[in-house]
């Protein structure tokens, strides 16, 4: 009650406290949609292409349970034994121009790429290299500044390539090149078409008498 002399002042409810508790969510209600991230504008989409071209060969070559998956990437070449050249190269990247130290193996026209030199039949290549569509295979220090250095030229880009010594390099230059003569000619051969040596029909000379109508 207000004293004696007190102005009577309407009652006012208490402030609601801090540590009110919430109202405990029923199973009817749904919770707050998520935004989708937007993609990292840094990444450019030839590199998210490349990350997701390495995310399937990886995810080929995790699966065992395809054995034809390593001939569907090679081409029908037995790239596991009986290479013409094989040994350690470092690449640059396609899209990423980092360099990559990969395991080579030249064999019947085609310039296969792993991880590791542990090959075997089971092996998803990394990457291959018709050389047969090549142009040229030749030194390239003076491009890069570096040592050992070479490159090989397609119609649509030029790969370049670092070898161990000026030894190896020279040995992957020739015997890349005589692999681009080889199969190039193979294929030029089989691409030739030669009218004149197709059978053509003989004509009847016609004669220089002619025989007057009889009347």
């Given at each position: 009650m207000p004293r004696f002399g007190e102005p009577n002042l309407p009652r006012r409810n208490p402030a609601p406290s801090a540590h009110t508790p919430t109202r405990p969510?029923?199973?009817?209600?749904?919770p707050p949609p998520v935004a989708n991230p937007a993609p990292d504008p840094q990444i450019p989409p030839a590199a998210m292409a490349a990350s997701l071209w390495r995310a399937v060969m990886d995810s080929v070559s995790g699966s065992s349970s395809s054995p034809s998956a390593p001939d569907a990437a090679s081409g029908g070449v037995e790239f596991w034994h009986g290479a013409e050249r094989a040994g350690w190269l470092n690449k640059q990247g396609e899209y990423i121009k980092t360099w990559r130290?990969?395991?080579?193996?030249?064999k019947q026209g085609r310039l296969f790429w792993f991880k590791d030199p542990a090959v075997t039949r089971a092996s998803?290549?990394?990457?291959?290299?018709?050389?047969?569509?090549?142009l040229t295979v030749k030194g390239a220090e003076d491009v890069l500044n570096r040592q050992f250095a070479f490159e090989l030229s397609t119609p649509a880009e030029t790969m370049y390539f670092i070898a161990d010594s000026e030894k190896e390099k020279e040995e992957w230059i020739n015997s890349i090149g005589r692999s681009i003569v080889q199969h190039s000619c193979s294929i030029a051969d089989a691409e030739v078409v030669d009218y004149d040596s197709r059978p053509q029909a003989t004509t009847q000379p016609k004669d220089s008498q002619e025989t007057e109508p009889a009347a």
């Amino acid at each position: 009650m207000p004293r004696f002399g007190e102005p009577n002042l309407p009652r006012r409810n208490p402030a609601p406290s801090a540590h009110t508790p919430t109202r405990p969510r029923t199973h009817l209600e749904s919770p707050p949609p998520v935004a989708n991230p937007a993609p990292d504008p840094q990444i450019p989409p030839a590199a998210m292409a490349a990350s997701l071209w390495r995310a399937v060969m990886d995810s080929v070559s995790g699966s065992s349970s395809s054995p034809s998956a390593p001939d569907a990437a090679s081409g029908g070449v037995e790239f596991w034994h009986g290479a013409e050249r094989a040994g350690w190269l470092n690449k640059q990247g396609e899209y990423i121009k980092t360099w990559r130290r990969r395991w080579f193996v030249l064999k019947q026209g085609r310039l296969f790429w792993f991880k590791d030199p542990a090959v075997t039949r089971a092996s998803v290549p990394r990457g291959v290299i018709p050389v047969a569509s090549c142009l040229t295979v030749k030194g390239a220090e003076d491009v890069l500044n570096r040592q050992f250095a070479f490159e090989l030229s397609t119609p649509a880009e030029t790969m370049y390539f670092i070898a161990d010594s000026e030894k190896e390099k020279e040995e992957w230059i020739n015997s890349i090149g005589r692999s681009i003569v080889q199969h190039s000619c193979s294929i030029a051969d089989a691409e030739v078409v030669d009218y004149d040596s197709r059978p053509q029909a003989t004509t009847q000379p016609k004669d220089s008498q002619e025989t007057e109508p009889a009347a």
